[in-house]
């Protein structure tokens, strides 16, 4: 069983920043790739930015340059650095691990930026 717990998100004024953090457990074995996915309310839910096999990162086009994915390995934790956050960037972020395949969520966490 995969377990995923995020935390870190919050309510940020605009052009603040904050860091949220993923930390999975459980039967972590052929990972394919781990990173953020983000739902904004009337939206489909987004890549924002992930770890793909090799340890190459994916960005999506409206955070690049603004948003940093980082990870330590030795605690099975990814994290992602949003700075320079606007109002486009309130949403539920979520954490995803694929293995093999599957995709394994987090339960979530509210991001709010106010204008």
């Known amino acids: 069983q995969v377990q995923l717990v995020e935390s870190g998100g919050g309510l940020v004024q605009a052009g603040g920043s904050l860091r949220l953090s993923c930390a999975a457990s459980g039967a972590i074995f052929g990972v394919n790739g781990m990173g953020w996915y983000r739902q904004a309310p009337g939206k489909q839910r987004e890549l924002v930015a992930t770890f793909m096999r090799g340890g190459i990162m994916n960005y999506a086009d409206s955070v690049q340059g603004r948003f940093t994915i980082s990870r330590d390995n030795a605690k099975n934790t990814v994290y992602l650095q949003m700075n320079s956050l606007n109002p486009e960037d309130t949403a539920v972020y979520y954490c995803?691990?694929?293995?093999?395949?599957?995709?394994?969520w987090g339960q979530g966490t509210q991001v709010t930026v106010s204008s």
């Open positions: 995803n691990l694929r293995i093999m395949g599957r995709d394994y």
